[in-house]
C-alpha cells in the first residue's frame, strides 16, 4: 500500500491549485474554531480566577450569587454558625469587592480587594518581594504581579495611594495562578482594613471559607449551611457554577457555540465542495484505475488518504496560526483572555476528522459508483 | 495451430428492461490467439466496445463464458477479477486516460505500483518501458507536454510495463492523424506483439487494417464475418 499511498500523494499535492484551496479551507476552519473555543476558555479560566488563587476546600456564599465578583453580603452570624457545625476545622470570613484607587501620578484606577482573614490570612498569595506580617502593618496592601501590574503603576514596597481618602502601602508584591476576567490590578488586605477602607451594606461577610475536618464531612457541612439558607459549593463546584453562568446565562456561550458551528460549517462547505470538485476531475482517472485492476478498498485508501493528510496539515496550520497570533495578541494586549487548552485542540481535531470524512465519503461515492465500462465507452 | 489466449462462449449482453431493453452483443462465440493482432470492427453501436468490455473482465455478460488460460473469468470473485484485469491485460484507452498531475514515467509505473511492486524499481520498469517506445528522453514530462502520438505510446508503455498476455486497444487511432495512427500500429505490431502475447484491437480505421492477423466485424451485436490477413 506504501506505493499506492505515494501514488495518492502525488495526485493531490501536484494539483497545486486544489490543494492550497483544500489546505486554506481547513486551516481557516481549525483556525476560527481554536480561535472562538480559546477564548471562551480564557474567559472561563479568568472568572474564576479568584475562586482558583484563594483555594479553600469549601466557599459558602447566599444562594444568588453567580460569579465571584458578583457577591451578595451575608450577616456577621453566618461565620459562627458555620464554626458550631460538626465536621468544621475552620471557618474563616472573605472580603470581595471593588474600589477605585487615587494612584502617586493622581489618576483613578479601579481595583479589585480581597479581604482576608486577620488571623490566619488564608488564601494568602505566594509574595514576590516584602513580607507577609507587614499586612498587619498600618495601611497595608499587596499588589498582585499580573498583567494588569503596569495599570497600578507597577509599583515597588513602599508605593502609596488613596481609596476612598484613605492612605494605601504597598507591602509586598504578590505572584498569582491566575489573572481575573475584568482587567484590573488586585490587591490584597485584611478584613478587617477592607471593611474600614471600601463604603459598606448592613452586612459585610462576601464568603466563608472552610476547611473540613475530613473529605466525608463535606457533604454534611453542606447540608447544614443549606439549613441556614446559604449556599456551600466546594471549590470545583462553584468554579462549575461560574462557568455555568457565563455559558447559559449570558450570551457568550451561545455565541461562541455559534461562531464553532459557523466555522465548522465554513471549514466543510470550502473543503468539502473543493475536494468534490477534485475528485470529479480525477473521476475517469480514477474509472482508468479501477479498470486496469485496482480494488474498491484501494480507492477508497487512496482517496480516505488524499483526505486525511489535507485534513492533518490544515489542522497544524490552523492550530499554528491561532497559537502564533494569540501569542502576538497577549504581546500587545497582556489581559488578552484567550487560552490554547488540550480540550480545544481535541474538539478541533474532533471536527476536523468529521470534516474530512464527510469530503471523503462524498469523494468515495463517487468514485465508488464509476464503472469501469464507462471509461471505454468514453 | 497457435495457442488460443480467449475463448468466448456464446456472449450475450443486453441494457435496460422491458420495452427499453437494448441486446448490445448477442450470443458471439470466437477465439483469439497468441502471436496474433485480431482487430474487431464494425459501425457505432454495434457492440464492439461491450464485447471488449466483457472479454477483459471489465463488464460481465448476461451469459456465456469468457476463457482466459483456461479459467472461466466471470466465475471468479470480484478482487480476483480486479487481479486478473492487473495481472492478465493491458489496456490502452481511446483517451489514454493518462494522470495530468504524475510525470509520463510515474504514470507508465501505475500497474507496477497498484501490483505493489517497490516504487523505485517500478520507475526502473516504467523507464525500460518508456526506452522500448522512444520516449525515455520525455520521462520526466508531464502528459501535457507531449503531442497525441506521444501520450499514445506512453498509453502503450503503461500497458505493457506489466508485462501482460493479452492487450487491448480501444480506438488507439481515433485521436491520431493518419500517419501517426498507422507508425503507432506498425510499431506495435513490430515491438510489442509476440508469440506469447495477443492484441485485440477495436476500431474504425480503415487505414490500419492492413496490420491485422484477423478481422472479426460485427454488426447489431452479432459477428457478420471474420477475415484472416495474414
Known amino acids: 500500500m506504501k506505493g499506492i499511498f505515494r501514488l495518492a500523494f502525488k495526485l493531490l499535492v501536484n494539483d497545486t491549485a486544489k490543494f492550497t484551496a483544500l489546505l486554506v479551507g481547513i486551516t481557516f476552519a481549525v483556525f476560527l474554531m481554536i480561535q472562538m473555543t480559546s477564548i471562551f476558555a480564557g474567559v472561563l479560566g479568568k472568572s474564576s480566577a479568584n475562586v482558583t488563587n484563594i483555594g479553600s476546600s469549601i466557599w459558602v456564599m447566599d444562594p444568588a450569587v453567580n460569579t465571584v465578583a458578583n457577591t451578595i453580603p451575608m450577616p456577621d452570624y453566618v461565620l459562627d454558625a458555620i464554626r458550631s457545625i460538626n465536621g468544621v476545622k475552620y471557618a474563616v470570613p472573605l472580603y470581595s469587592g471593588a474600589a477605585l484607587a487615587k494612584l502617586r501620578s493622581g489618576t483613578y484606577q479601579s481595583v479589585s480587594v480581597l479581604g482576608l482573614d486577620d488571623t490566619s490570612l488564608v488564601g494568602r498569595p505566594k509574595l514576590l518581594e516584602g513580607n507577609i506580617d507587614d499586612i498587619f502593618a498600618e495601611n497595608a496592601f499587596i499588589v498582585v504581579k499580573d498583567t494588569e501590574f503596569q495599570k497600578f503603576e507597577s509599583p515597588t514596597v513602599g508605593y502609596e495611594f488613596e481609596i476612598n481618602d484613605h492612605r494605601g502601602i504597598v507591602v509586598g508584591i504578590a505572584k498569582l495562578a491566575s489573572a481575573g476576567l475584568f482587567g484590573i490590578p488586585t490587591l490584597y488586605t485584611t478584613y478587617n482594613r477592607a471593611l474600614q477602607y471600601l463604603p459598606n451594606s448592613r452586612f459585610t461577610l462576601s464568603y466563608v471559607l472552610v476547611e473540613p475536618k475530613s473529605i466525608g464531612d463535606v457533604q454534611h457541612i453542606k447540608q447544614q449551611i443549606k439549613a441556614l439558607g446559604y449556599l456551600a459549593l466546594t471549590k470545583k463546584e462553584f468554579i462549575q457554577r461560574i462557568s455555568d453562568f457565563y455559558i447559559y446565562q449570558t450570551s457568550l456561550g451561545t455565541n461562541i457555540l455559534l461562531m464553532t458551528i459557523i466555522s465548522f460549517i465554513v471549514g466543510l462547505s470550502i473543503s468539502g465542495q473543493t475536494f468534490y470538485t477534485f475528485v470529479l476531475e480525477n473521476l475517469e482517472k480514477f474509472g482508468a484505475l479501477k479498470a486496469i485492476g485496482t480494488k474498491r478498498y484501494e480507492l477508497v485508501c487512496m482517496i480516505l488518504f488524499q483526505a486525511g493528510f489535507t485534513a492533518l496539515i490544515g489542522y497544524g496550520l490552523g492550530i499554528g496560526l491561532c497559537t502564533a497570533l494569540i501569542a502576538f495578541a497577549k504581546l500587545r494586549l497582556p489581559s488578552y483572555a484567550a487560552i490554547v487548552t488540550f480540550a480545544n485542540i481535541g474538539l478541533a481535531f474532533v471536527m476536523v476528522l468529521i470534516i474530512a470524512g464527510i469530503s471523503s465519503y462524498i469523494g468515495i461515492r463517487k468514485v465508488l459508483k464509476i464503472e469501469p465500462f464507462d471509461i471505454f465507452r468514453g | ?230
Open chain 2, 1 to 230: 495451430m497457435p495457442n488460443t489466449a480467449i475463448k468466448a462462449n456464446q456472449l450475450a449482453k443486453w441494457f435496460g428492461e422491458g420495452a427499453a431493453k437494448t441486446q448490445a452483443v448477442k450470443d458471439v462465440s470466437f477465439e483469439a490467439y497468441f502471436g496474433e493482432m485480431l482487430y474487431i470492427v464494425g459501425p457505432s453501436g454495434s457492440g464492439k466496445t461491450t464485447l471488449l468490455s466483457m472479454i477483459s473482465g471489465i463488464l460481465r455478460p448476461n451469459s456465456g463464458t469468457v476463457i482466459v488460460e483456461d479459467k472461466d473469468i466471470w466465475n471468479l470473485p470480484e478482487d480476483e477479477i480486479a487481479d486478473f484485469r492487473l495481472n492478465t491485460i493491458g489496456f490502452v484507452f481511446q483517451d489514454y486516460h493518462l494522470f495530468p498531475r504524475l510525470t509520463t514515467v510515474e504514470n507508465v509505473a501505475i500497474p507496477l505500483i497498484l501490483k505493489k511492486r517497490d516504487w523505485d524499481e517500478s520507475m526502473h520498469e516504467a523507464a525500460k518501458c518508456l526506452e522500448i517506445v522512444g520516449l525515455k528522453e520525455r520521462a520526466d514530462l508531464h502528459p501535457v507536454k507531449l503531442s497525441g502520438g506521444e501520450q499514445q505510446r506512453v498509453a502503450i508503455a503503461r500497458a505493457i510495463v506489466s508485462r501482460p498476455d493479452i492487450l487491448i486497444f480501444d480506438e488507439p487511432t481515433a485521436s491520431l492523424d493518419g500517419d501517426t495512427g498507422r507508425a503507432i500500429i506498425e510499431f506495435v505490431k513490430t515491438n510489442i506483439l509476440s508469440e506469447n502475447r495477443c492484441i485485440l484491437i477495436v476500431t474504425h480505421d480503415a487505414r490500419i487494417f492492413e496490420f491485422a492477423n484477423e478481422i472479426m466485424k460485427m454488426e447489431d451485436g452479432r459477428i457478420v464475418g471474420v477475415e484472416k490477413v495474414h
